[in-house]
């Protein structure tokens, strides 16, 4: 009879989620990283595309992806997340099971995790401190891929060089790195069990198909009634259960619960139970008591019902964002412009009425370009434009990759037509583009304010 085990084939995700966040930050394409949110210059990168925090409209698909994710994983999959690819879970393991098993023999087995670690000899206490050493430092490795995200890996590297001149970004990597090292060495899987708050979220999501570390009930024998332990052997209860009450399930979970008493949640979905059951079950050429499936499965005996209305319904919101996200990440803008009016109304000059604006210019692209102003109809059938003139700036602006410029923009018009009742608002669509790419251009509505018959005739009467 194959026997499945679990235990290798996590420890290979935990190395390539590992791999895969620890060389994610330095992967860049067209000097733009995989995902990057800077507050610092203001940058948001996002597979390989650079965008200004003015253009965060992504950010709410991104977080839909996010939040219907974690529902979708959840209710397919249970805490799958915390067992396979948590760093809380994978930094315990490297700690508990490596360094203080494997490595300095603290501990007598990885399978028996119920035992607290006794330090009753000074050598046990030097290798428990070297122990934690490591662990701080790898904490802190971690803690700097995290700081990656919102802070690129060349300018980290920078910034610690000089520390008094970066001391938000030191408190928050030197901060984080040591609470980790700590709940690793101290708080352990109490996090998992009363401070995370995602155990409290799956109750919400979990069904009668979600996966799980699930006991076979109706092989291996009732072991508790209505929440207490039978304390008669199981035997003498049902002389055909299979459990032979061996406890290996009990002794190896990392949260301290009895996966026989049914679904917890505590349960972290890492099948340590799974295996320790597999492992024993084999010597009696069964299958194991403990397996990875659902409550319907295993009360029916049949099949996983992966697609059910509730994963269709994830399935679908998930794509919808998807095609959404690429949608609004291609109508990516090579350049940002803005227009605003300064507080001089207008001005009134013998060639004509001059109305001035303060344009900030931010080229977004990766390069430099050099840009041009214009000016065009705000409708097809309207001649403002015709008659609206940039007076200055007269030549074109230089602008490097991520730079940004304030201009002065002054705008005449002659032929308009005035008011009697008062100053007229006429609409026009200001236009920058780069000269040496059509692609990149920018359009700003706007207002050119002319005055009114009485302002301009006080004006000749004053000339």
């Known amino acids: 009879m194959k026997q499945v085990y679990y235990r290798k084939r996590r420890y290979l995700v935990y190395a390539i989620a590992t791999i895969i966040l620890l060389t994610m930050p330095f992967i860049t394409i067209n000097d733009n990283h995989i995902f990057l949110l800077s507050f610092t210059k203001g940058e948001f990168h996002l597979l390989g595309t650079r965008f200004n925090m003015q253009e965060l409209y992504l950010l709410p698909f991104l977080s839909i992806l996010l939040f219907v994710g974690i529902f979708f994983l959840t209710t397919l999959g249970g805490r799958i997340w915390c067992g396979w690819a948590c760093p809380q879970t994978i930094f315990r393991v490297i700690y508990r099971d490596f360094l203080q098993t494997k490595i300095f023999g603290l501990r007598q087995k990885i399978s028996n995790k119920q035992k607290p670690l006794v330090l009753d000899t000074f050598g046990k206490k030097v290798k428990a401190s070297l122990a934690f050493v490591i662990i701080l430092f790898l904490c802190l490795v971690a803690a700097a891929s995290l700081m990656f995200f919102f802070t690129a890996p060349e300018d980290f590297f920078v910034a610690i060089q000089n520390p008094s001149e970066h001391k938000v970004l030191m408190v928050f990597w030197l901060g984080f790195g040591l609470f980790f090292a700590i709940d690793i060495a101290f708080i352990q899987e109490n996090f998992c069990i009363y401070i995370c708050p995602y155990s409290r979220v799956q109750s919400v999501l979990y069904d009668n198909d979600t996966i799980m570390a699930i006991y076979n009930q109706n092989r ?20 055909n259960a299979e459990c032979v009450q061996c406890e290996h399930c009990v002794k190896v979970c990392p949260t301290h619960i009895d996966i026989r008493k049914g679904m917890q949640l505590e349960c972290i ?18 299958p194991s008591l403990v397996g990875w499936s659902s409550p319907a499965a295993v009360e029916t005996n049949s099949k996983v019902r992966y697609v059910r209305l509730k994963t269709i319904c994830y399935v679908g919101i998930l794509l919808v964002t998807c095609i959404a996200l690429l949608i609004m990440g291609g109508k990516k803008e090579g350049m940002l412009l803005n227009v605003n009016s300064t507080s001089e109304i207008y001005k009134i000059k013998t060639q004509g009425i001059e109305n001035t604006y303060r344009v900030l210019f931010h080229n977004t692209d990766s390069k430099e370009h050099e840009y041009f102003l214009s000016i065009e109809n705000p409708s097809a059938d309207s001649q403002i434009a015709s008659n609206l003139e940039i007076i200055t700036p007269k030549k074109s602006i230089r602008i490097r990759a991520g730079q940004k410029v304030t201009q002065i923009v002054t705008i005449r018009a ?20 780069a000269l040496d790419d059509e692609s990149i251009f920018a359009e700003r509505k706007a207002n050119f304010i002319y005055p009114s018959k009485g302002v301009i005739q006080e004006y000749e009467r004053r000339k």
């Open 220 to 239: 291996g024998g009732v072991i508790y009634n209505k929440g207490d332990k039978i304390t008669q052997k199981l035997k003498f209860i049902n002389p």
């Open 269 to 286: 979905n890492c099948l340590e139970c799974v295996d320790a059951c597999t492992s024993v079950m084999a010597k009696y050429n069964k």
């Open 414 to 433: 002659k032929g308009l037509e005035a008011s009697e009742r008062g100053d007229v608002n006429y609409p026009f669509v200001l236009k920058s583009y």
